[in-house]
């Protein structure tokens, strides 16, 4: 069975770093691309990263680029989320997902399998 | 940026009636290179992570019950739950990745009446 677990989430202060990890079991991980993906309190859903399963393809939204670093540990089906320079915007539940990749496009698509997710409060 | 538009943001609907939601995007999601709309739909139920329903706008998900359908093509799509379930409360979003960003519609909240 699939399983993502995510963790490194908490309350973080306007300005500071955080560093979210998915743990992955269930599959064969370094197979597959993965994103991270965001939920504002009561908001709708906001792709964050994708990183392809070679580290070859990553990709950020416009509005954590320059501040967020996405990564893969392929032999420990690790995928991470560095976060620097937080802000109150970035207030959200984060999920990991198992995503399918384009590989004509080099575009990530759906994603298949998500984790529960972990919460990162900027907040000072 | 491929704007998502979903519509109504939400609706009640009586037991074993239908649910139609609606997904706009603002240009086509066509695929040129395998002729395929690049648009998928996703449920999320109160406090847990979205579900994959529904990919290339018509392919449902392993394990994903035949009462839920997607169609459409180009720019509008549409998602159908059919024989409405009381499991099936949810907030249902689509998410085209035809472009990055990947982009989402806001969400259609679907309650029982």
């Known amino acids: 069975e699939v399983h993502l677990a995510e963790s490194g989430g908490g309350l973080v202060q306007p300005g500071g770093s955080l560093r979210l990890s998915c743990a992955a079991s269930?599959?064969?991980?370094?197979?597959?691309?993965m994103n991270w993906f965001r939920q504002a309190p009561g908001k709708g859903l906001e792709w964050v990263s994708f990183i392809s399963s070679s580290r070859f393809s990553i990709y950020y939204a416009d509005s954590v680029k320059g501040r967020f670093t996405i990564s893969r540990d392929n032999a420990n089906n690790s995928l991470y989320l560095q976060m620097n320079s937080l802000r109150a915007e970035d207030t959200a539940v984060y999920y990991c997902?198992?995503?399918?990749?384009?590989?004509?496009?080099?575009?990530?698509?759906?994603?298949?399998?998500w984790g529960q997710g972990t919460l990162v409060t900027v907040s000072s | 940026d491929v704007v998502m538009t979903q519509y109504p943001g939400s609706l009640a609907v009586s037991l074993g009636e239908r649910a139609t939601i609606h997904c706009k995007s603002s240009q086509s999601v066509l695929s040129s290179s395998n002729n395929k709309n690049s648009l998928a739909w996703y449920q999320q139920k109160s406090g847990q992570p979205p579900k994959l329903l529904i990919y290339w706008a018509s392919v449902r998900e392993s394990g994903v019950p035949d009462r839920f359908s997607g169609s459409g093509s180009g720019t509008d799509f549409t998602l159908t739950i059919d024989s409405l379930q009381t499991a099936d409360l949810a907030v249902y979003y689509c998410?085209?990745?035809?472009?990055?960003?990947?982009?989402f519609g806001g969400g259609t909240k679907v309650e029982i009446k």
């Open positions: 269930g599959f064969t991980f370094s197979t597959y691309s």
């Open positions: 998410q085209q990745y035809y472009n990055i960003p990947l982009t």
């Open positions: 997902a198992r995503g399918w990749y384009d590989i004509v496009t080099g575009y990530p698509d759906w994603s298949d399998q």
